[in-house]
């Protein structure tokens, strides 16, 4: 299968050498669920939007500093490819920030969480189930790092996870749109050198609550799974909406 990531931020500097860009944390993630899986990159952030949606089998969008509501020119253009690929059927991942553009594009509703920043680990129930959901299980507990969610998921989403944090987790959006507000990609590493890194932005305490709930387990390869298993159902499903 071929995946076209999208790509809507860089690793800071500081960090790169340590921990890579984004691109190459997805090849890893992915490569120890499926090492056949083949990447073609566009850097969204730099303007460059893809203009054919079969370009691919299907997209992956990546997390960003930037936000959905910031009114950015790339974004607004990143927001019509995904209402492309949502008219034709086109299998589409959203992660973090992905899964907020998702909810945007299709007329959701974004906002700054009034709880402050999710950082660490986050710890969700799982509350529907789908045919690609597996192995199943009752929570799924990953990486996060945000201050924005959805609020609103669009019309025809269906929210499968979700915590009193951030209700809308993880959705599915008709047959082909997939959307999770944390990172499968980011590892525990990462995740603390970042929490560092925006120590006075998200407030020491919590960092420091960020940094202990680093020690439980993590769902990375799982969530990789289900991705690439709704990905592969969702190319070939040729039912329509």
């Keep these: ?23 190459a944390m997805f090849e890893r993630l992915f490569s120890g669920v499926d090492p ?25 969008t990546t997390g960003s500093r930037f936000g959905v509501n910031d009114g950015l020119a790339w974004v607004e253009d990143l927001c019509g490819f995904v209402r492309r690929l949502w008219a034709v059927d086109k299998p589409l991942v959203g992660i973090c920030f992905g899964h907020q553009l998702i909810a945007k594009a299709l007329g959701g509703r974004v906002a700054k969480s009034e709880r402050g920043w999710g950082v660490g680990m986050s710890f969700n129930r799982v509350c529907g189930r789908a045919a690609w959901m597996g192995p199943w299980q009752e929570g799924l507990d990953l990486v ?8 609103a998921p669009p019309a025809e989403a269906r929210v499968l996870a979700g915590s009193d944090f951030c209700p809308v987790y993880l959705m599915q959006v008709g047959g082909h749109f997939l959307g999770v507000q944390g990172h499968p990609e980011f590892a525990k590493p990462y995740s603390a050198d970042l929490m560092a890194l925006r120590r006075d ?40 909406r």
Aim: net charge negative.
């Design 1 to 23: 299968m071929r995946i076209g990531l999208l790509q809507c931020d860089d690793v800071a500097p500081e960090l790169r050498d340590r921990h890579g860009n984004y691109p």
């Design 36 to 60: 056949t899986i083949e990447f073609r990159v566009w850097r969204c952030l730099d303007g460059e939007i893809p203009d054919d949606p079969d370009a691919v089998d299907a997209w992956l």
């Design 144 to 151: 996060v790092s945000h201050q924005d969610q959805v609020v």
């Design 201 to 240: 932005q998200v407030g020491a305490q919590r960092v420091r609550e960020g940094l202990a709930s680093l020690h439980a387990p993590v769902d990375d390869a799982l969530m990789a799974r289900w991705i690439l298993e709704f990905m592969r159902r969702a190319c070939t499903d040729d039912h329509r």
